[in-house]
């Protein structure tokens, strides 16, 4: 138990105020792709209420959110970390124009879109590392 301490302790210290983001998001976009991979009906996925978008299947459409999700995760930590940032806003703004060109729904158009500006502004951020040592919490 000791070795996964010092990994995740090794891991939150190289993360700032970026990589927080792109950990937030990494959890956003599993949970999100999972549920799609688990569902048996696509009635509940927005822009792919239809069964399928762009031929692909709801399930599809998880595992890559699950792929973007793994790939945000891995690259929380890094210094240079804009293609992250670049594949999270890609894949939430393609979500908000698949929505609004398949469903015709301009709700999930505008979360989407506003999670895609949100990306983008913290993309903008300057990186401040998070000095925080589980000795500070207990």
Known sequence: MRLVDDAWQ???DR???RGLTLFVLAIMFGVYGIAMIASTTADRWWPAAQGSLIGLSVQTWGVIWVGVSIFTLLGAP???DRAQFAVAAGLTSMWAFTAAYVTQYWG???IYLGLTMIILICSGWSDVK????RHDVD
Do not use: A, E, W
């Open 130 to 133: 998070l000095k925080v040592s």
């Open 78 to 80: 890094l210094d240079n």
């Open 10 to 12: 090794q891991y939150m």
């Open 15 to 17: 993360i700032g105020r």
């Open 108 to 110: 999930p158009v505008v």
